[in-house]
């Protein structure tokens, strides 16, 4: 399984990117995709995740209302939109793919629950 994030930059406050995560050697018809960022300092932290067979989405209470999460399966992509982006939105993101979801409800945003993890794009909203 291969992960590669995209679209990453630098940004000013209030502005947005649109990060893409593309998906290769995945089988299972199941699995979820999540985000995670990382700030200098900080521990890793889940973003948003989305399910491959629901399309049910998860956010963190910190991005509610400025992220979306989506997916485009034909492209087997994820994308994660960010609008009204803060200073401290400023980290790596990474997508990783968690090939056996259980009760994504409650754990989406565990990053031991996911198996693959790509390399991370950096993102810094800076005037």
């Known amino acids: 399984v291969q992960l590669v994030e995209s679209g990453g930059g630098l940004v000013q406050p209030g502005g947005s990117l649109r990060l893409s995560c593309a998906a290769s050697g995945i089988t299972s018809d199941y699995y979820a995709i999540g985000w995670f960022r990382q700030a200098p300092g900080k521990e890793r932290e889940g973003v948003s995740c989305?399910?491959?067979?629901?399309?049910?989405?998860y956010y963190a209470d910190f991005v509610k209302g400025r992220f979306t999460i989506s997916r485009d399966n034909a492209k087997n992509t994820v994308y994660l939109q960010m609008n009204n982006l803060k200073p401290e939105d400023t980290a790596v993101y990474y997508c990783a793919a968690d090939s056996f979801p259980i009760m994504l409800a409650v754990g989406w945003h565990t990053a031991d629950d996911y198996d693959y993890w790509g390399q991370g794009t950096l993102v810094t909203v800076s005037s």
């Open positions: 989305i399910s491959s067979s629901t399309g049910s989405t």
